[in-house]
């Protein structure tokens, strides 16, 4: 047998992080759980040594004979997944231990997600794309139930199990009915084959596992109609958990299933309208249902609803206009930076306070901690679009590539709940700095935390004031 494709090289950050995941069982086990807290540093280790061969790495040929990819969207995809655990690992250790979660299980799972999430995002053909959606799955599954003392958190990893076992189901059929009919595995080819049979039966065979497939997509990215177990799961789970659901596993969805609706733009006729009425319904129903919430988590679960919508608009125009992924790619990162922070922002602030993630909470948050409060105001501004963030760039190339691709009444659609979504973001940043505080005395931020939101705003500025930054960074890796 040839060796020549299989390419080690090429999977170095997903085995590297893996790895990582291993080694942290292995300590925990050889010494009996005595020394848990220096784990996140060896996780820690293993996310920065995959973060490195990302950004340099030793090939960018295919590997595992083609079935995992090295090319932009993939590095993109890894490096937005490994950010957000560069700032969730350091960040969540001290909301871990205030709520005693186990601190090797919760390293451990969020290194195997990750891993799952890095295959999803390179995937090169259907089997290894069903295979990374199932690590990641099955790790987050995990993950919501970590606190398994508390009713919500066993609520929220049923909840996600029985859904995600659905839309599990759906994803993989649609893939047999869409490989048989195309007649490979390979997701580039799959435009190919699906040109042979057009006109024939098989097209229609075709067709549904199209449909079958963006079902699944739909549920993983929390979009319209497969909406409803995002705010169940996002508030019962625990919140450094939520945080990682939110940000890490929609981004590589979004990369991994990009890299799909992109090979099959030569059917776009067939999806792009259900994937259109999809995106309004959800921009309309994520926007609005997050303006009424009075809880923040809650809030932030229908605002990653909304985000969804605007998502799926650069996934129309891939598939309509035969744009590139890059709106899609760009909007990614700003949105992990800044709902990473504000989830861990909100564990903190709930825990000084009422301890029920209550809107209340941030009443006269600049009287306590002033940089924090103006943090805070900087990261719902960068998700509600506010130039010069890096929000507004990502919103403006979304919309941008929609109109090019003739979706000019989605754009204003999008645009008209970008509007809706400021009053949302704009609440908790009245609370902080014009009412009069419910609780007395400082509001410290430990060091982990103080990290992750200065990182957060640091890079939204960067990235609205030079947003080719990263563009160009994603497509001169490897050159």
Known sequence: ????????????????????????????????????RQLVWVSLASVVAALAFCLNPLTVEPGYFGSALSDPMAFAGRITVLAALVLLLPGGVAYARSRNLPQAEYLSLSLFAATGMMALASAGDLIVLFLAVEVLSISLYCLAGLMG???????????????GSFASGFLLFGMALLSGSAGTLDIAALGTGLARVSGTGTQWVALGGVVLMIAGLLFKVGAVPFHSWVAEVYSGSPTVVTAFMSTAAKAAAFAGFGRVLLA???VSEAWVPLVGICAGATMILGNFTALVQGNFKRMLAFSSVAHAGYLLLGLMAVGAAGESLEAVIFYLLPYVLANAALFLVAAKVSQAGSGNYKLDDYKGLARRNPWLAGLLALLLLGLAGMPPLAGFMGKFMVFSAAVRAGHTGLAVLGILTSVVAVFTYLRPVVYA??????????????????????????GLLLLGLWPRLWLDLCAGIGV
């Open 1 to 36: 047998m040839d060796f020549s494709g299989l390419n080690v090289a090429a999977l170095l950050p997903e085995l590297l992080v893996s790895g990582g995941g291993l080694l942290v069982m292995a300590l925990h086990a050889a010494f009996r759980g005595r020394q848990d």
């Open 149 to 163: 003392e508390r009713e919500s958190s066993r609520q929220a990893a049923l909840t996600y199990f029985l859904a």
């Open 264 to 266: 099959l733009g030569s």
């Open 433 to 458: 700095w014009f009412h009069e505080p419910e609780e007395s005395g400082a509001l410290n931020l430990d060091g982990g935390l103080a990290f992750v939101v200065w990182v957060a705003g640091a």
